[in-house]
């Protein structure tokens, strides 16, 4: 038996460039509650059966939905820090040109 998980990858130094990777794993044992396949570099990793948010999947389709959710928090916890830092620049910038107009005067 095989699971699945896709990954980016980024190609270049620009961040221009990606591709997404698909991992396979194999079925090591079975339990009643899950499995433990084969992971990066020797290890085993156990993954549960009935879970919304899995490491791997048993089918291609499952893994591609998986990777879509996860970019689609990582795109939403990316939007959030960039409005963060949009208004502590707004701030610092603020509080910038009223240091400056203090020393003129």
Not at 29 to 57: D, H, L, M, Q, V
Not at 61 to 80: G, T, Y
Request: aromatic share 16%; net charge positive.
């Amino acid at each position: 038996m095989k699971f699945y998980r896709y990954k980016y990858k980024i190609l270049s130094e620009d961040w221009d460039e990606i591709e997404i990777r698909e991992y396979i794993f194999y079925l090591i044992r079975e339990t009643p509650k899950g499995y433990w396949i084969s992971a990066y570099g020797g290890k085993n990793k156990w993954i549960p059966k009935e879970s919304k948010n899995r490491f791997a999947y048993p089918t291609r389709e499952e893994a591609m939905f998986n990777f879509i959710k996860r970019m689609e928090r990582h795109k939403s916890l990316l939007e959030a820090r960039t409005n963060v830092a949009e208004m502590a620049l707004e701030m610092a910038e603020l509080k910038m040109s009223n240091i400056s107009e203090r020393s003129i005067n």
